[in-house]
């Protein structure tokens, strides 16, 4: 083979992703589509910190891959020359090793290709169906009835604020001592909350590979009290479920490493915390308001509760679903970008610099406000020193 079968190697590569990814990421895992590793080339790894280098399998571009803390990311290619610590020409050799395509003839070559690009089509089919798939999903988890949500177990099933359920008890009990109680914020949204006594922590789920290598759930993860927060799109349409994993015994974070996890598509969805003025969801007013939008929710609740109902308030879930939050809808007046306090981390002043030029694109008035204590505006309603 030669340079010429960049093509073939690449396709093969991306259809056998996570084959790849187990050789060359051996300590990683699969969560929701994507491989999840700590970074063997920075050795990244430290007691509690969480594994950012990702590498997508489904649902967009296999093989693509970004390190979140470090910001080194590239293709399929890519990949193995970093990890390997090699260059293009060392990446393909490789990979050709992997693949077992060590020789083949002008003819085996040609025969692969239209392989190949038959295996792209029945990739992107499956993807975008997975990805209807996942969507329908969001909103049955938030709206979910007892039993289970695609893999997810919900036992017990969700309930709305105000149903006067003990897992709404806990869970006020949690926004409490967190300093961002629901009930200061009076012009909560009734649309996004819900709770349950149980939820799946799916992310401590096991899973394994059958004979044709299928995979499967050998063991469901642990379950959690949790808060449902629905993420809605421009249109009021649930695209992402985002869930807060509670401790069962006090009012807090539940004890994993990872407490707060989102399934389905963030991009372009937001979390409303409070309604403002018009106390009319975004979706359903055109009627101007000023907007308050966060990263957590957490942040944006605590703002929510100051304001009297004077703004919108929003939560992004992250620095990227902040820069593509619908800003330019009618509703929004001018924004107030409510910053963590991330000073010292050069990739969070990068995702920054990202965020708000995604809020800028609107054309309307933004203003930063930023934390001068701690790491959000939660720990300064907290009165952390």
Same mark, same amino acid.
């Given at each position: ?7 073939? !190697? ?18 990683? %895992?699969?969560?929701g589509g994507q491989w999840v ?20 399998? %489904? ?33 393909? =050799? ?7 395509? #060590?020789?083949?003839?002008?003819? /085996? ?13 029945? #990739? ?15 909103? %049955?988890?938030? $709206? ?6 695609? $893999? ?10 105000? /149903? ?49 290598? #299928? ?16 993420? %809605? ?9 985002? =869930? ?12 994993? /490493? ?34 308050? !939008? ?40 001018? !924004?107030?970008?409510?910053? /963590? ?19 800028e694109a609107s054309g309307k ?6 934390? $001068? ?13």
């Open positions: 083979m030669t340079g010429g079968d960049l093509d073939i !190697i690449k396709s093969e590569l991306q259809g056998r992703i996570e084959d790849l990814c187990r050789v060359l990421l051996p300590n990683g %895992r699969n969560e590793s700590f970074n063997p080339v920075t050795n990244d790894y430290r007691q509690g910190r969480n594994p950012t280098l990702k590498i997508r399998m %489904r649902g967009g571009v296999a093989g693509a891959w970004k390190d979140w803390r470090s910001g080194d990311k590239g293709d399929v290619i890519r990949l193995i020359a970093y990890v390997q610590g090699t260059d293009t020409k060392g990446a393909l =050799v490789w990979a050709r090793d992997f693949l077992g395509l #060590r020789t083949m003839s002008r003819a /085996d070559r040609d025969a692969m290709r239209k392989v190949v690009h038959q295996r792209a089509e029945a #990739r992107a089919r499956q993807d975008e169906r997975r990805r209807r798939e996942k969507l329908a999903e969001a909103d %049955r988890l938030f $709206h979910a009835k007892p039993g289970r949500v695609g $893999h997810i177990e919900v036992p017990y099933g969700s309930f709305a604020l105000g /149903d006067g359920s003990t897992a709404e008890a806990h869970a006020r009990a949690y926004f409490g001592a967190r300093n961002c109680a629901l009930e200061a914020v009076p012009d909560l949204s009734g649309f996004s909350t819900r709770v349950t006594p149980a939820v799946e922590w799916w992310r401590g789920a096991v899973w394994g590979r059958d004979g044709n290598g #299928r995979s499967f759930k050998q063991q469901a993860g642990p379950l959690y009290p949790g808060v449902l927060s629905a993420m %809605r799109n421009r249109l009021g349409i649930v695209t992402a479920c985002h =869930v807060t994993f509670l401790d069962p015994y006090r009012p807090a974070k539940a004890p994993v /490493d990872v407490s707060k996890l989102m399934w389905g598509e963030a991009k372009g969805a937001v979390i409303e915390i409070a309604t403002g003025p018009t106390g009319q969801p975004f979706w359903m007013t055109e009627e101007p308001a000023p907007l308050i !939008i966060a990263e957590g929710r957490e942040t944006a609740q605590s703002f929510a509760a100051t304001l009297g109902g004077r703004a919108r308030v929003w939560a992004a879930g992250s620095l990227a679903g902040v820069g593509s939050a619908p800003v330019d809808l009618p509703c929004v007046e001018w !924004i107030l970008f409510a910053r /963590d306090n991330n000073s010292g981390n050069a990739q969070a002043q990068k995702q920054f610099d990202q965020a708000l030029a995604g809020l008035l933004v203003v930063v406000e930023a934390s $001068h204590v701690g790491d959000d505006f939660n720990d300064l309603a907290q009165g952390e020193e």
